[in-house]
């Protein structure tokens, strides 16, 4: 079981034949833990949103601000959505999962030698410039390192 991750904002709730279909159509498996949170919450704005990492511009944080879903109503928060814009921009065995607070997404390598891992891919990277940065082995370590501060969405419990 994935370590839970709070989120507001998210999609639609999540069955596995919807879970299913995504897959079947991109011809893509996903990891366990991913499976599980997007089942969980379907995406949406997480409470723990820092992520600290070796990027761009040395060690800083990101923001994340969007956890992608499936069946949302705004297209824009959408994995399909996001596949298809993203398709000539990120390597094909990169599915993006969530954006920054700017043109930046965080990619799940759904084949290859780095299927599981997780990568920031760099929108304000100049052609020729470096656009990938390696983030975490799997998608639980990503969930385990984010953190907040005032700025971080707060969910109020009823």
């Given at each position: 079981m994935v370590a839970l991750l709070r989120t507001v904002e998210g999609g639609p709730p999540l069955d596995e034949a919807s879970l299913s279909f995504f897959e079947k159509k991109y011809?893509?498996?996903?990891?366990?833990?991913y499976r599980e949170f997007l089942l969980a919450t379907n995406g949406g704005r997480p409470e723990r949103d820092l992520l600290t990492f070796n990027g761009p511009e040395g060690a800083s944080p990101c923001r994340i601000h969007l956890f992608f879903g499936l069946n949302?109503?705004?297209?824009?928060?959408?994995?399909?959505?996001?596949?298809e814009v993203f398709r000539d921009r990120i390597p094909s065995?990169?599915?993006?999962?969530a954006t920054t607070e700017g043109a930046d997404v965080i990619c799940l390598a759904v084949a290859g030698e780095q299927a599981g891992m997780l990568f920031y891919w760099?929108?304000?990277?100049?052609?020729?410039?470096?656009?990938?940065?390696?983030?975490?082995r799997d998608f639980p370590s990503v969930l385990s390192a984010l953190y907040a501060d005032e700025l971080s969405p707060r969910i109020i419990s009823a």
């Open positions: 011809a893509l498996v996903l990891p366990q833990a949302d109503p705004i297209e824009s928060c959408r994995l399909d959505w996001n596949l065995q990169f599915l993006p999962i760099d929108g304000y990277a100049r052609e020729g410039e470096r656009r990938l940065y390696f983030l975490a």
